[in-house]
């Protein structure tokens, strides 16, 4: 019976706060008498340390991105990744109090750090309540299996990584093959010509969801050659291209639009909340391969181009949905434009790669979990 709920995530990257708000969403949406509390782990610990710590990730992704795989590959194992432990272990006495005043009667984690200090409290007996750890990525890093058998489960996204980890010594009951918590959204049905009114396209013709920014702005002449190379090969094929947080990527996206006067099949967004329904009307998706935007990619059964990978996880990630068939890794140097007209030429490769992407959906991920983790007093 589990009704005071303490959920944790980390701050780098998006997709541990997408499974926690997940999580808290169908819970509070599902489940009487559940009291939820979300919570930033390293915010929680040290504003400071969490501010410097992201900025860092943030700035060695988009500036070194060689140093932060050996800084990824490096804390595997060795030296970085003791020091990695030891800090959590240092820090965890702050989560120790928050802890303790929650007096949870279960604990989510969807980041290794907290992870990490919920196993170490436990070790030492502070704490006795269940820990559920939720991976989101479709590789193992070793960090997440420190205290591994102070867990009490873990949630991960697809077979594969359940046999690494009972290779690795871990208890193959406390291993579930869930997925990855995605939005119910994902799980409804939509109007396509609903949609394509809302975002001035035209239902006859295809569309394609061109995630071209991020906040990293990696490989930027990859993605704007990607989509010169869009608006140049098919003259009816749609593009919705989002941005994100980069504006100097808006911008030279919407300079490239007006100068080969193509406002009426190319929509740049800086931001939408729309994802589920644009992707419901998308014939495939290009995009860098963070654990999230894949993971929605399957639950709408969309064929996945993947550029500009973030080395580590991201590239990791890559490696896995080219394996599956499920999309093509478009690596650096590629001729783009050669990737593409062979896609449009032989329709047949994305229809099975689209027959791939619905193979790996789990799109009730969210409910499974839910239901393992046995809360009490559903509607």
């Known amino acids: 019976m ?107 984690s969807t980041h290794p750090f907290s992870s990490q200090m919920c196993g170490y409290l436990k070790q030492k007996g502070k704490i006795n309540m269940p820990i559920a750890t939720i991976l989101t990525d479709y590789k193992i890093h070793e960090q997440w299996l420190e205290f591994s058998e102070y867990m009490d489960y873990f949630f991960v996204s697809n077979e594969k990584m359940k046999d690494d980890m009972i290779t690795k010594g871990l208890n193959k009951e406390k291993i579930f093959v869930t997925g990855i918590p995605v939005s119910e959204r994902f799980l409804y049905n939509y109007n396509r010509i609903d949609i394509c009114k809302e975002f001035d396209l035209n239902p006859e013709n295809d569309v394609i969801l061109f995630f071209a920014g991020g906040e990293f702005g990696l490989g930027r002449n990859t993605t704007i050659l990607m989509l010169k190379a869009l608006i140049r090969l098919f003259s009816k094929l749609q ?31 800086e931001f939408t909340d729309k994802i589920p329904e644009l992707m419901s009307i998308a014939k495939f ?10 993971t929605e990619s399957f639950a709408s059964h969309l064929p996945i181009l993947i550029i500009n990978p973030i080395p580590g996880q ?19 140097n590629s001729n783009i434009a050669r990737h593409l007209k062979t896609l449009y030429r032989n329709p047949e490769i994305l229809i099975k790669m689209k027959e791939k992407s619905k193979e790996l959906a789990k799109p009730n991920s969210t409910e499974e979990i839910c239901k393992i983790l046995n809360f009490t007093s559903p509607f």
């Not at 947080?245 to 006067?261: L, R, Y």
Request: with cysteine; charged share 25%; proline share 2%.
């Open 314 to 332: 991201e590239e990791e990630n890559a490696e896995f949905v080219e394996e599956k068939g499920a999309g093509i890794w478009i690596r650096k």
């Open 2 to 108: 589990n009704n005071n709920i303490l959920i944790f995530y980390g701050s780098y990257g998006g997709g541990h706060l997408s499974a926690a708000k997940s999580i808290t969403n169908y819970i509070n949406k599902n489940y009487l008498n559940c009291n939820v509390t979300m919570v930033d782990c390293i915010e929680y610990i040290n504003k400071y340390i969490n501010k410097v710590s992201t900025s860092a990730y943030k700035e060695m992704a988009k500036k070194a991105p060689w140093a932060w795989k050996k800084f990824y590959q490096d804390s595997r194992s060795g030296a970085l990744a003791k020091i990695s432990t030891a800090s959590n272990k240092a820090m965890s006495h702050k989560l120790f109090d928050l802890i303790s005043k929650v007096e949870p009667d279960l604990i989510i």
């Open 285 to 294: 998706v290009i995009t860098k391969p963070g654990g999230l935007t894949i």
């Open 239 to 269: 593009v919705v291209a989002i941005s994100g947080k980069n504006s100097k990527m808006n911008t030279k996206f919407k300079k490239i639009v007006a100068d080969t006067e193509s406002t009426n099949r190319v929509k740049i967004l």
